[in-house]
């Protein structure tokens, strides 16, 4: 069965940087498209960032700049590189996989949307302190 497992979550100062891993199995990682998504307490759950199986790419407005989305196709692992780490960052972020996936360039108006995806992780958590 396809799993996602997300690693890299912990705390850190603003301004800081963590990299957020996703390991994926049960399925061929490359004709998979990914994501991360994000949920603050209180808040509605939303797309961080999405790639994929051509390479293109998308990123939600309040990160774009300071987040990079990338995978490493050999290990079936995403990766999310956070740089500029803000508090309202703070979020469980989730890694997603849509499988299989024959969106091609297409993706990138569908990454950002939690329905585009078939498959979750359970979460990592990123706690970015003032």
């Known amino acids: 069965q396809v799993q996602l497992v997300e690693s890299g979550g912990g705390s850190v100062q603003a301004g800081g940087s963590l990299r957020l891993s996703c390991a994926a199995s049960g399925y061929t990682y490359t004709m998979g498209c990914m994501g991360w998504f994000r949920q603050a307490p209180g808040k509605e759950r939303e797309g961080v960032a999405g790639?994929?199986?051509?390479?293109?790419?998308s990123y939600g407005d309040s990160v774009k700049g300071r987040f990079t989305i990338s995978q490493d196709n050999a290990k079936s692992t995403l990766y999310l590189l956070m740089n500029s780490l803000k508090p309202e960052d703070t979020a469980l972020y989730y890694c997603?996989?849509?499988?299989?996936?024959?969106?091609?360039?297409?993706?990138?108006?569908?990454?950002?949307?939690?329905?585009?995806?078939?498959?979750w992780g359970q979460g990592t958590q990123v706690t970015v302190s003032s």
């Open positions: 790639i994929g199986n051509d390479g293109s790419t």
């Open positions: 997603a996989a849509r499988a299989p996936c024959f969106y091609g360039s297409s993706w990138s108006s569908r990454g950002l949307f939690q329905t585009s995806y078939n498959y």
